[in-house]
């Protein structure tokens, strides 16, 4: 098991493009979460998916954002339209939920996105 | 919504001295609450967690200590090692539910040798 993966590590785009990221969880996690991070910041709750549900969204998530989990196994957030502000580290993490509590969860690399 | 305030935001301490950051919470159905080191560049990586009900959580040089009442956690680490600086993150979350979590804005440790 290699841990939560995260592709690509690096993005740069010219503002008002299109970028899609990918996150392959931990095999056996059925929960997956997609944080923010800006510089000198904790990270910040976007969405999160139980198997290929996505069950709660923050208000960070502007209706540019979409994430799907398709088969319940990875997960991709694109953003369309891309802004300034839209620059930061996005940040998945796996947990296997049992019962009334999960597992601790475990947090990728992150992408890095640049908006030009 | 859930508020998580961490302090000190930096933190400098000699090799072999005690680091001891703070968090408060906000909402009291809070009952899980993780510590991550974050190295430059790198994944927050966990290092300790504690559940709401146990009051104090300790491995090898790290321990963490809850008080419900007071809505406050922290982290305690011993005989500090140049290698544990970092940002430390603390954070909250309502197990049973959606389980996200809720992060401080996070504390610079640096261990000077």
């Known amino acids: 098991d290699t841990g939560v993966s995260q592709n690509p590590r690096h993005k740069i785009t010219k503002r008002g493009q299109n970028v899609t990221f990918r996150c392959d969880p931990i095999s056996e996690h059925n929960r997956l979460y997609w944080y923010r991070q800006t510089l000198g910041q904790g990270p910040e709750f976007l969405t999160y998916f139980q198997n290929e549900a996505q069950l709660e969204k923050s208000r960070l998530l502007s209706d540019r954002f979409s994430a799907e989990r398709p088969k319940g196994s990875f997960s991709t957030l694109e953003i369309q339209r891309t802004e300034q502000g839209d620059s930061a580290m996005y940040l998945c993490?796996?947990?296997?939920?049992?019962?009334?509590?999960?597992?601790?969860?475990?947090f990728g690399d992150g992408t890095r996105l640049s908006i030009l | 919504g859930e508020n998580v305030e961490q302090h000190p935001s930096t933190l400098s301490v000699q090799e072999g001295d005690s680091a001891v950051i703070k968090c408060t919470y906000s909402?009291?159905?809070?009952?899980?609450f993780p510590w991550y080191k974050q190295e430059l560049g790198k994944r927050p990586q966990l290092i300790i967690d504690?559940?709401?009900?146990?009051g104090e959580k300790k491995d090898q040089r790290i321990a963490v200590t809850l008080n419900k009442t007071a809505k406050h956690f922290s982290l305690h680490i011993t005989e500090t090692q140049p290698e544990d600086s970092a940002v430390y993150f603390c954070?909250?979350?309502?197990?049973?539910?959606?389980?996200?979590?809720?992060f401080g804005k996070g504390t610079k440790l640096t261990v000077n040798p």
């Open positions: 909402d009291s159905a809070s009952n899980y």
């Open positions: 504690i559940r709401s009900n146990v």
């Open positions: 954070a909250a979350s309502l197990q049973g539910g959606s389980e996200k979590l809720v």
């Open positions: 993490a796996s947990s296997y939920e049992v019962d009334r509590g999960s597992q601790p969860q475990h």
